[in-house]
T-cell receptor, first 119, second 107 residues
Framework: EVQLVQSGAEVKKPGESLKISCKGS????????IGWVRQMPGKGLEWMGI????????RYSPSFQGQVTISADKSISTAYLQWSSLKASDSAMYYC????????????WGQGTLITVSS | DIQMTQSPSSVSASVGDRVTITCRAS??????LAWYQQKPGKAPKLLIY???SLQSGVPSRFSGSGSGTDFTLTISSLQPEDFATYYC?????????FGGGTKVEIK
């Protein structure tokens, strides 16, 4: 069974750093792109970027380029999303999702990681 | 960036009703469009991809159509478990973009 399991909710202060994770199982982790999607409270979905764990090839949305870093460790089938200095506006639910092979659609999703940034 | 505009933003319907949701792209995207369903507190679920292909396990009451700039998602007979928010997503070019969502509510 394909599963993406994300790390737990976080409460952080502005200016702090953070790295959240997404662990894949039940499929060949290095053969499928993993994307990250933001959902701010009560709002819609925003695509942040995508990584191919096989060779760490990356694409960022211009809206998020320079604001976050996407990475992956194929040895432990885990993708990451990290911030070096959080802002209150980073408070949101973040989902990882597996890209359906040879398409740009997402067929399996993680359960989401809620990030709250507040002083 | 390609802008995706959904309408209506919300719709009230009864069990058994036929519901149609529209998604318009700001430029032509061929058939590179997906529809997702999201229930409160849950991750989105892929329903339809490449405009009209039903994802495995999705009930046949869901269907998609369209190409170019105009697309529709139709639920032929609304069931209680279909009350949710629906999003379209273009897959034609980076950055991938989603519509603003359509909330299907109980009448």
């Amino acid at each position: 069974e394909v599963q993406l399991v994300q790390s737990g909710a976080e409460v952080k202060k502005p200016g702090e750093s953070l790295k959240i994770s997404c662990k894949g199982s039940g499929y060949s982790f290095t053969s499928y792109w993993i994307g990250w999607v933001r959902q701010m409270p009560g709002k819609g979905l925003e695509w942040m970027g995508i990584i191919y764990p096989g060779d760490s090839d990356l694409r960022y949305s211009p809206s998020f380029q320079g604001q976050v870093t996407i990475s992956a460790d194929k040895s432990i089938s885990t993708a990451y999303l990290q911030w070096s200095s959080l802002k209150a506006s980073d408070s949101a639910m973040y989902y990882c999702a597996r890209r359906l092979a040879a398409t740009e659609y997402f067929d399996y999703w993680g359960q989401g990681t809620l990030i709250t940034v507040s002083s | 960036d390609i802008q995706m505009t959904q309408s209506p933003s919300s719709v009230s319907a009864s069990v058994g009703d036929r519901v149609t949701i529209t998604c318009r792209a700001s430029q032509g995207i061929s058939s590179w469009l997906a529809w997702y369903q999201q229930k409160p507190g849950k991750a989105p679920k892929l329903l339809i991809y490449t405009a009209s292909s039903l994802q495995s396990g999705v009930p046949s009451r869901f269907s998609g159509s369209g190409s170019g700039t105009d697309f529709t998602l139709t639920i032929s007979s609304l069931q209680p478990e279909d009350f949710a928010t629906y999003y379209c997503q273009q897959a034609n070019s980076f950055p991938l973009t989603f519509g603003g969502g359509t909330k299907v509510e109980i009448k």
